[in-house]
């Protein structure tokens, strides 16, 4: 059983910071990319930020310079850092990973989702 668990959301003037983390926990014996997506009242999930196992990142263009994503592999930990928000950064925020159980069973998991609300 894979599980993960986010934390780091809660409600943020504009301007303001706040960081995310998904730590993934369970049996398995790799992670390969891990990601944050989000999904606003009434909008589609939409990716934010993702980030290979070499390191390699990926952010939407709505966060870029804004948003950082990190991870520490002896964790097996994502963070995402957010500065800067905006009232348009208001969304539920989901932990995304690819995870093998064994070396030819990769899977695609989901973490609950954190909410994180910018507003004065």
């Known amino acids: 059983q894979v599980q993960l668990v986010e934390s780091g959301g809660g409600l943020v003037q504009p301007g303001g910071s706040l960081k995310l983390s998904c730590v993934v926990y369970?049996?398995?014996?790799?992670?390969?990319?891990m990601g944050w997506y989000r999904q606003a009242p009434g909008k589609e999930r939409e990716l934010v930020a993702r980030?290979?196992?070499?390191?390699?990142?990926d952010y939407a263009d709505s966060v870029k310079g804004r948003f950082t994503i990190s991870r520490d592999h002896a964790r097996n930990t994502v963070y995402l850092q957010m500065n800067s928000l905006k009232s348009e950064d208001t969304a539920v925020y989901y932990c995304n990973t690819e995870v093998a159980r064994t070396w030819t069973d990769w899977n695609d998991y989901w973490g609950q989702g954190t909410q994180v609300t910018v507003s004065s």
């Open positions: 980030i290979l196992s070499a390191g390699s990142t």
């Open positions: 369970g049996r398995f014996v790799g992670i390969n990319a």
